[in-house]
């Protein structure tokens, strides 16, 4: 095959790439969940993230007590009530949001690095090395899962980074799995058999031709991790070992407000209310991008 034909099966290749993504994002756009999912976390994101600026602008404090004013019930001054200790509620939950999401997208990111690694030379390295290395997974697996992530945070101490290095470092396993399954059906697809036979290296083989593949099922695993994330990081807030006071995270304000329902139910509310509908509006996004991106397995 002379060089013009091979570059114009590549220019072709990469127009069909596009096409496909942009079909995607019709669809997506398409479904009313996932979009009105996507433009909740968008919004409620960019209130936690920018809860340190709306502090500054109302003078108020996720860490500022008022053991004068104590717990009170939602004014107009404090539109959802303040905690035991005089610190507003809405600011609370807001930097708590922040820390909840933080935790969840990087965890995510660290468990979507090693997932993809490992998967990716699992699935092309070969029968032997696939062999090995998916038995290690098998192991870590045998192990309890919640025990494992709550000794890695005890070893490692308390503070914020560790605690998502720590989670982020035991949900790679379903993600190198997906990721090596998809290798296994890729590298024998003719579309890398030909880039083989047009000489290309395993490198541009690997960058070019399989990674663009296996983006979608890691796009859609990732949105569906975050939440877990989210959840497991509540988890251990509420065990205890999560982020430590004067911080917070929905998890941590979870627990304050169920240990406190009976006599002020509004710290329980609002964190458990933010935190139900941002992992709806994840779980929504998930599921309509995984209609989007694999039609094929959408319900008719």
């Not at 945070?153 to 949900?171: D, H, K, S, W």
């Not at 941002?278 to 996004?285: H, K």
Request: glycine residues 8%; negative net charge; contains cysteine.
């Amino acid at each position: 095959m002379s060089a013009p034909s091979a570059n114009r099966e590549e220019a072709v290749l990469q127009e069909e790439s596009f096409s496909l993504w942009e079909d995607a994002w019709r669809r997506l756009i398409q479904n009313r969940l996932a979009l009105g999912g996507l433009v909740f976390f968008v919004i409620m994101a960019a209130l936690c993230f920018s809860s340190p600026v709306i502090a500054w602008l109302t003078g108020l404090s996720y860490q500022e007590q008022d053991l004068a004013l104590g717990a009170t019930s939602p004014s107009l001054s404090h539109w959802f009530g303040t905690d035991d200790l005089g610190r507003d509620q809405l600011i609370r939950c807001l930097y708590g949001g922040m820390v909840s999401i933080g935790v969840g997208f990087a965890a995510t990111c660290v468990s979507i690095v090693i997932g993809v690694a490992y998967g990716s030379i699992a699935g092309y390295g070969g029968r032997k090395t696939d062999a090995a290395m998916m038995r290690i997974v098998d192991i870590l697996y045998s192990l309890p899962f919640i025990i494992f992530v709550i000794l890695l945070t005890v070893y490692f101490g308390r503070n914020i980074f560790l605690l998502f290095v720590a989670i982020g470092c035991v949900e790679w396993l379903t993600l190198s799995r997906i990721v090596r399954g998809q290798v296994l059906h890729l590298k024998v697809q003719q579309f890398v058999e030909v880039a083989r036979t047009l000489g290309s290296k395993e490198k541009d083989i690997i960058l070019k031709h399989l990674f663009p593949n296996v983006l979608g099922p890691v796009i859609i695993y990732s949105t569906l991790t975050v939440p877990g994330v989210m959840l497991l990081e509540s988890a251990l807030s509420f065990l205890g070992l999560g982020v430590q006071p004067p911080m917070s995270s929905w998890g941590s304000l979870i627990k304050e407000g169920a240990e406190k329902m009976e006599v002020y139910p509004w710290l329980l509310i609002l964190p458990a209310l933010l935190f139900s509908t941002t992992l709806f509006s994840l779980n929504f996004l998930g599921d309509g991008l995984r209609d989007a991106l694999d039609p094929k397995d959408s319900p008719k």
